[in-house]
């Protein structure tokens, strides 16, 4: 079949459409650091549940397979094969540039006899190397930061601090269920508080509501307008890459998916003050406290589940059909603002701001999208060349 060679390609960086963008099917030929790729037979990668073959490249999915949207069995199944065609494959489940991507990153060798196709390095392409300190790098990005963000997923753990302020490393990860023990004590706190001030259980109540529907519009706002805010200069750089560049560059790393406990903190406390300055010595600010945290913990709960499993069971559990139907919608929706537009879906534990504010984009409008500003930046190339490739 025909493919066009794009090269040179340009980012779009506009709040209209996904800040970057990656042809789908091409490739990059990464050099490893160690010399030449390894070659494996045939039968070698049929025999290593570990391994699967993508276009000529031998894949290591040892751990991957568990960080796999689509759950690790479907993966299983596919292990061993040659997933160059299923991939591409619409009526299975239409793969994005960025899941091409992530292949890239999983690549340990080349099979024997296979016709390695490689294209030119897109822009951002040796700007970052991820297998060094990504702090001293992010900094010096500048105005190339956003861009080089967006196009480059990497499924592998990253190092964060240069020595000799590596022993600061182990504070970029914490356990994703430290939530489920730091958290309730916050809530608990925040209902006493109200009741020791004299609130009856209806106060209680509506207060807490007032405050988990807080949350929905604390969670959508930060999301939007700070996690996602156009930067360029050092210092913002550094904060945003803090703050939510690890985890678009990382999604899948589980110790760095939900908020570190000492960020938490100061969020709780800043909260605090907010709510107690708003209802200007009322006592029910506690209970409007304790719903909004009740809200985060939700928030951080189902985004886990997003990033951690099929949305149709965990582990041996089996969702509750109800749950599993409205996780299933909110991974899609989630998986879009990741992998296809992250201008767009910004609400984690529900969508009803996307609605409201018109950022809600289905999975269907943003590949049309990228189809469509793919194939405008394959015209530019065209008609700046004059030339057009296929094969």
Request: glycine fraction near 6%; charged fraction near 15%.
């Given at each position: 079949?025909?493919?066009?060679?794009v090269?040179?390609?340009?980012?779009?960086?506009?709040?209209e459409?996904?800040?970057?963008?990656c042809?789908?099917?091409?490739?990059?030929?990464?050099?490893?650091?160690?010399g030449?790729?390894?070659k494996?037979?045939v039968?070698?990668?049929?025999?290593?549940?570990?391994?699967?073959?993508?276009?000529g490249?031998?894949?290591?999915?040892?751990?991957?397979?568990?960080?796999?949207?689509?759950?690790?069995?479907?993966?299983?199944?596919?292990?061993?094969?040659?997933?160059?065609?299923?991939?591409?494959?619409?009526?299975?489940?239409?793969?994005?540039?960025?899941?091409?991507?992530?292949?890239?990153?999983?690549?340990?060798?080349?099979?024997?006899?296979?016709?390695i196709?490689?294209?030119?390095?897109?822009?951002?392409?040796?700007?970052?190397?991820?297998?060094?300190?990504?702090?001293?790098?992010?900094?010096?990005?500048?105005?190339?930061?956003?861009?080089?963000l967006?196009?480059?997923?990497?499924?592998?753990?990253?190092?964060?601090?240069p020595?000799?302020?590596?022993?600061?490393?182990?504070?970029?990860?914490?356990?994703?269920?430290?939530?489920f023990?730091?958290?309730?004590?916050?809530?608990?706190?925040?209902?006493?508080?109200?009741a020791?001030?004299?609130?009856?259980?209806?106060?209680?109540f509506?207060?807490?509501?007032?405050g988990?529907?807080s949350?929905?519009?604390?969670?959508?706002?930060?999301?939007?307008?700070?996690?996602?805010?156009e930067?360029?200069?050092m210092p913002?750089?550094?904060?945003?890459?803090?703050?939510h560049?690890?985890?678009?560059?990382?999604?899948?790393?589980?110790?760095?998916?939900?908020?570190?406990p000492?960020l938490?903190?100061?969020f709780?406390?800043?909260?605090?003050?907010?709510?107690?300055?708003a209802?200007?010595g009322?006592?029910?600010?506690?209970a409007?406290?304790?719903?909004?945290v009740?809200?985060?913990?939700?928030?951080?709960?189902?985004?886990?589940?997003?990033?951690?499993?099929?949305?149709?069971r965990?582990?041996?559990?089996?969702?509750?059909k109800?749950?599993a139907?409205?996780l299933?919608?909110?991974?899609?929706?989630?998986?879009?603002?990741?992998?296809?537009?992250?201008?767009?879906?910004?609400g984690?534990?529900?969508?009803l701001?996307d609605?409201?504010?018109?950022s809600?984009?289905?999975?269907?409008?943003?590949?049309?999208?990228?189809?469509?500003?793919?194939?405008?930046m394959v015209?530019?190339?065209?008609?700046?060349?004059?030339?057009k490739?296929?094969?």
């Open positions: 079949k025909a493919t066009v060679s090269l040179n390609w340009s980012p779009n960086v506009s709040r459409a996904p800040r970057a963008m042809p789908t099917g091409t490739t990059v030929a990464h050099a490893p650091a160690h030449a790729w390894e494996y037979t039968e070698a990668v049929a025999s290593n549940p570990n391994l699967m073959v993508c276009d490249w031998v894949l290591d999915i040892s751990e991957f397979k568990r960080e796999h949207p689509g759950g690790p069995d479907y993966m299983s199944l596919w292990a061993g094969k040659d997933v160059s065609e299923i991939m591409r494959q619409d009526a299975v489940h239409k793969h994005t540039d960025y899941a091409f991507r992530v292949v890239e990153s999983l690549r340990v060798g080349t099979l024997i006899g296979a016709d196709s490689r294209s030119e390095n897109r822009q951002y392409d040796g700007l970052v190397n991820t297998e060094a300190p990504m702090l001293p790098q992010v900094s010096g990005l500048g105005d190339k930061y956003v861009g080089w967006a196009s480059q997923p990497v499924v592998r753990k990253l190092l964060v601090f020595a000799p302020a590596d022993v600061l490393e182990p504070l970029t990860h914490h356990p994703w269920w430290w939530i023990i730091g958290v309730p004590p916050l809530i608990a706190y925040g209902l006493w508080h109200s020791s001030l004299g609130c009856d259980a209806a106060t209680l509506s207060g807490f509501l007032v988990l529907l949350w929905v519009f604390a969670e959508y706002t930060l999301h939007r307008f700070m996690f996602h805010m930067t360029s200069t913002t750089n550094i904060f945003h890459f803090f703050m560049g690890l985890h678009h560059l990382t999604p899948n790393d589980h110790s760095r998916l939900t908020f570190p000492a938490t903190y100061m709780a406390v800043l909260f605090w003050q907010l709510f107690k300055a209802c200007m009322l006592p029910q600010h506690g409007m406290f304790s719903g909004l009740f809200g985060y913990l939700a928030y951080d709960s189902t985004h886990f589940l997003y990033h951690h499993t099929n949305g149709k965990i582990g041996n559990y089996q969702f509750p109800w749950f139907s409205y299933c919608f909110m991974k899609s929706h989630h998986n879009t603002h990741h992998f296809l537009n992250d201008n767009c879906n910004f984690v534990s529900s969508p701001l609605f409201a504010f018109g809600y984009m289905s999975k269907e409008d943003a590949e049309k999208m990228r189809e469509t500003q793919t194939m405008g015209c530019n190339r065209v008609e700046k060349d004059g030339t490739k296929t094969q």
